[in-house]
Structure formats: C-alpha cells, structure tokens
C-alpha cells in the first residue's frame, strides 16, 4: 500500500480499537466541541495492515474501532453506531463475506467496504452480492481507502443495487457497463462514476461544487471547468446512441440528468 511505514509495536490493538491518548474512551466529539468524527470499524486480521490503517485514517479525522476476527467484528459491528465499516474478506473463525451477510441479516444497514486481495470480476460480484457496499483490492493507495470512504457516507440510503436504470440508460455495476437502448457505451472510469453519481439522483439539480466534491473528492478549486468539460464529453457518448438529450444543463447552477416521462 501506498502509506508511510508505521510500527506495528508502537500502538497497542487496544488504542488502535477505539481508544483516545491518555487511554481515555472516545467521546464521539474533537477537542473544543467540534462535530462529531465519522466513526470506522475496520474488521482486519493483518495487525500490520490494521495499524497503517488505523493510523491514517485517524489523522485524517475518522475515529477507529479495530476487530481482529469475524466473530469480533460480528460482535462490534451488530451494536451499531457506526458511519462505515471496512471488512477483510479473509478473516480467522468466520470469514468476511459471512460477517457482512450476517450483518444484513440482523438489519444492519451500515455501509460496508470489502477488502480482498482476490480481484476478478467474480469476486467483486460474491462481496457485492454478500451485501457490501464497494470492493477495493489489496495493495491500495490510503487516498483511495479514504476517498472510497467518504463517497460511502455520502451515498443515499438505497445504494445497494448492482443495476441502475433511468429511462434508456442501464447501467452495470458489477460489469462497470453502460447501455442506452441496448447499445454499449463506452466510457472512461472518471466518466462512468460521473455517470453513476447522475444516475443515483435523476431529476434533481446538481451543481458544479457537488460534483467536484463527490466525484473528484476536491473540496474546493476556483475558476474551474472541470465538471464541464467532463459533463459535455459524456454527454456527447451518451447522445451518439441516439434519442432525445438526457443530461441537462441548469443555468448559472448545475446540471440535470432528467429521465423521459
């Protein structure tokens, strides 16, 4: 992975599970009575791995709990109070996809990232299938861990579907496709998640800095086209395969894919 090196002996699994300096129990707020943290269950038997992680995502403001087995993470994550959780797909005493189908089967809807280092199309589909949210392959870059973290978060509740579809277009998650009418579209991958985000929220007015921050994870960059220039070459794919335009284009605000009545 793509993260600084850390010393597994310099933190204990107990400060890594939750724990704040001086031993203290999370008080769910920062110093000062700042808003609460996101709050992490990272279900990972590698203590290294779980360090790293651990570490990183700390100091980029979440709050982690830490589970070295199945049954720990079972019984961690069935309490509830958790914004996200990290699982390990191959986990000691019961494995991570039985955890997380557990999981859902107790009614817990806490959105879930697998982790695997198993990368085919076939294993994607099995932790998909066994209710996780998305699905990133080991090694990683810790920026995509928390990137993929945050787009979790800001997901709406009924996100657990494997196929979209608004009006003509269908989209294919699990085979990362896209078809209007029948006909394949190919799109690059910044594309398909811009096409996805629209998809997700058909008919509703979504402005430049909500797509920046959701689509390109940037909180901030002035005087840019970016959004624009990516919207009009997706647009231009999306309309080769004939009909009526779908994505609009809100005046001085955003824009809009709008689904045909």
Do not use: C
Not at 1 to 12: E, F, K, L, Y
Not at 95 to 106: A, F, H, M, S, V
Not at 177 to 185: A, L, N
Not at 244 to 261: D, H, K, N, V
Request: hydrophobic share 40%.
């Amino acid at each position: 992975m793509s993260v600084r090196t850390m010393n597994a002996s310099s933190r204990s699994d107990q400060d890594i599970a939750g724990k704040e300096p001086g031993g203290r129990e999370p008080s769910g707020r920062d110093t000062g009575g700042k808003a609460s943290r996101p709050r992490v269950l990272l279900v990972e038997d590698d203590g290294k791995i779980a360090q790293e992680v651990a570490e990183e995502l700390e100091s980029r403001g979440f709050r982690v709990r830490h589970a070295a087995t199945g049954p720990e993470g079972l019984s961690i994550g069935v309490t509830g109070g958790f914004d996200v959780m990290i699982v390990d797909r191959m986990l000691p005493e019961l494995d991570g996809l039985t955890l997380i189908e557990t999981l859902r089967g107790r009614q817990v809807a806490t959105p879930v990232l697998v982790l695997s280092a198993l990368s085919a199309v076939d294993d994607r589909v099995s932790g998909l299938k066994a209710g996780g949210d998305d699905y990133l392959t080991k090694p990683f870059a810790m920026e995509e861990l928390a990137a993929r973290l945050e787009a979790l978060m800001r997901r709406p509740n009924n996100t657990r579907e494997t196929m979209l579809r608004v009006g003509p277009l269908a989209m294919d998650l699990i085979e990362r496709t896209v078809t209007r009418d029948g006909t394949e579209i190919d799109l690059l991958p910044r594309e398909f998640r811009l096409l996805e985000y629209l998809m997700r929220r058909p008919n509703q007015v979504l402005t430049r800095n909500m797509l920046l921050e959701d689509v390109w994870n940037y909180r901030f960059i002035p005087q840019t086209n970016l959004v624009d220039v990516h919207i009009g070459k997706l647009r231009r794919k999306i309309d080769e395969a004939g009909g009526p335009p779908l994505i609009q284009s809100i005046r001085g605000t955003g824009f809009m894919l709008r689904a045909p009545e």
